[in-house]
């Protein structure tokens, strides 16, 4: 049978790898027992961690997803529901720079759009993907709670508002 999309939630990708092995090293374990302490339950924890996480791998892979349950003693499917409902957690690898631009009403009738389709001309990718020398990764995201400020590109935690082609053009230039 021919592979799945990776998008497929029944894909092989999406999948642990059961010899594969992820854990914190002892800096992110310190932080993880950290975050533990900051809130009253486990459960609670689990933003955080899957933050954490994230700046440790760059995204959340299958094996990620249970080794955060295993920390937190909830199942793979509790956290993989909480990954793929907030579009801050990245469900695939990206590049250096995610490049993810707001396309919802505010953002789109600002020119988001311009914006997102410069990028993707630009960088000679499309929509979601990454670039070979994997420096750069464009999305589309939905709203990224800045509306007055639209249009609005994050980049990998910074929000860059009020964009245009033009300043995005001038803040690639700066992203070496
Ligand atoms: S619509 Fe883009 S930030 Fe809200």
Not at 4 to 23: C, Q, T
Not at 124 to 152: F, K
Request: charged share 25%.
């Amino acid at each position: 049978m021919a592979d799945l999309h990776p998008d497929n939630p029944y894909a092989k990708v999406r999948f642990p790898d059961r010899g594969k092995l992820v854990e914190f090293l002892p800096d992110a374990k310190k932080r993880f027992d950290h975050i533990l302490t900051r809130y009253p339950t486990k459960e609670a924890a689990l933003l955080p961690t899957l933050h954490l996480a994230q700046e440790e791998w760059g995204w959340i892979s299958p094996e990620v997803v249970h080794y955060v349950g295993s920390l937190l003693d909830l199942s793979p499917a509790t956290v993989f529901g909480v990954v793929s409902f907030y579009n801050m957690y990245n469900q695939k690898p990206v590049g250096k720079y995610h490049l993810q631009v707001c396309t919802n009403l505010s953002c789109m009738v600002t020119n988001a759009y311009d914006i997102y389709e410069h990028l993707c001309e630009k960088l000679g990718v499309n929509p979601g993907e990454t670039t070979g020398d994997g420096r750069y990764t464009v999305a589309e995201v939905e709203c990224l709670g800045s509306c007055g400020t639209a249009p609005v590109v994050q980049v990998n935690n910074d929000y860059h508002e009020n964009m245009d082609v033009r300043k995005m053009d001038e803040l690639l230039a700066k992203l070496k």
